[in-house]
């Protein structure tokens, strides 16, 4: 399909955001449909985001529907899930997100939707996995939105030290979107110097701990996170329509574990064309392999869903 049409799943703060950023640059997405299990809200936000049409960068076509309308989309953006309560373990978070992914995957699937989903739900590594199970779509077409926030977060903070532009610094953090993930210092660089030529140790572990945990630190503060996630998820959408083969650390199933993590990787109009093949050192692999032990083990908890 070529219709450059995404339906985005969930119309809270991120899924709302999503729709947003769309509008607000240029890009080739022609139509969002907008679905919650709430209707009502999915449509107020659909008539809000229509009043900025005449003035926004792009024209898009934005309406609000139902899972039947996923069957022509090209993308859907899943951004639902219960939030987290007090007093519930993230496993609870965890039963519960898989239970109404499998729902709604299911009726989405139904609809005759052949396309590419894009999971940004958390714990989004481990429903990334399930939509994949869920979906029975192949593995290129089912990808987590990974680790591409946290990049973002990750080049941004190396940028301010070095007093460069964040686009000019080559970086990854890797693994689940959560709180094992690692940087690959090993890798990193700023227009040919390597990072750790450039930062020391203390300062790169500092900033590495900064990016991990930046997302509680926003929470905290506001409630919860959604502009960063936003510009990430349309710089994905982006990559796909446009197909740009740009290397982004999204998430997808890694045949070598049998998970899904956040990792770079090429992608394109038919979704990840491949994972990249790196060399990392000894101790990155060895945190990377703690990061897909608590996945695994996470995805078995749910294996009688």
Known sequence: MDNNKVMIVGTGNVGASIA?????????????????????????????????????????????GTYKDAKDCDVVVITAGVPQKPGESRMD??????????????????????GIFLVVTNPMDVLTYYTLKFSGLPAERVIGSGTVLDSARLRERIANYLNINPKSVHAHQVGEHGDTELTLWSLADAGGQKITELLDEPTRNNI????????YEIINRKGATYYGIADSVIRILNSIFDDELRILPVSSFDSFSGTCFGWPSV?????????LDLTISEKEGMDLQKSINALNKAIKSCKNL
């Open 208 to 215: 590495s701990e900064f990016v991990k945990n930046e997302a």
């Open 20 to 64: 947003f950023a769309a509008l607000n640059q240029r890009t080739s997405i022609n139509e969002i449909i907008l679905t919650d299990i709430v209707a009502e809200d999915a449509e107020g936000e659909a008539m809000d985001l229509r009043d900025a049409l005449a003035v926004s960068p792009s024209y898009i076509k934005i309406s609000n």
């Open 93 to 114: 978070l965890l039963t519960k997100n898989v239970e109404i992914l499998k729902d709604m995957v299911a009726q989405i699937m139904e609809s005759g939707f052949n």
């Open 267 to 275: 992608v394109g109009r038919k979704g990840v064309i491949r994972r």
